[in-house]
C-alpha cells in the first residue's frame, strides 16, 4: 500500500517561505505526475503546482514567479518551495500522486494527509 507523508507546514511571515515535503512511503511506485493542491477555509481545493516524470511542470496563476514544483523520482518525493508568501497563501496543501497503469488502462490516485501553511501579517 502506497502511502504520502507530507512534512514542512508551519507558520511564516509574509514575504517568508517554507519548503513542502512529500514522500512515498509502502510500495515502490514510479508517479507519472505528482501534484499539490490547497484548500482555503470556505473556499474550493484548487492546484498549485504539478510535475511529470520528464520533469514538466505548470503553476497556478496566483503562484507563478513565487512557487517551485521539484521532484526525486528516485526518492519518490515531491518538493514544493514557496517564496515570498502572501496574505492569499495560507492553506491547507494536500500531496497529490498520479499513477498510470496498463493491461487495462487505469488512473491511480494517493493523497498526502495535509500540511498547514499560516501566513503571518
Known amino acids: 500500500q502506497v502511502q504520502l507523508v507530507e512534512s514542512g507546514g508551519g507558520m511564516v511571515q509574509a514575504g517568508g517561505s517554507l519548503r513542502l515535503s512529500c514522500a512515498a512511503s509502502?510500495?515502490?511506485?514510479?508517479?507519472?505526475?505528482m501534484t499539490w493542491y490547497r484548500q482555503a477555509p470556505g473556499k474550493q481545493r484548487e492546484m498549485v503546482a504539478v510535475?511529470?516524470?520528464?520533469?514538466?511542470?505548470n503553476y497556478a496563476d496566483s503562484v507563478k514567479g513565487r512557487f517551485t514544483i521539484s521532484r526525486d523520482n528516485a526518492k519518490n518525493t515531491v518538493y514544493l518551495q514557496m517564496n515570498s508568501l502572501k496574505s492569499e497563501d495560507p492553506a491547507v496543501y494536500y500531496c497529490?500522486?498520479?499513477?498510470?497503469?496498463?493491461?487495462?488502462?487505469?488512473?491511480?490516485?494517493?493523497w498526502g494527509q495535509g500540511a498547514q501553511v499560516t501566513v503571518s501579517s
Open positions: 510535475i511529470t516524470r520528464d520533469s514538466r511542470t
Open positions: 509502502g510500495s515502490i511506485v514510479v508517479f507519472n505526475a
Open positions: 497529490n500522486a498520479r499513477r498510470i497503469t496498463s493491461g487495462p488502462v487505469q488512473l491511480v490516485d494517493y
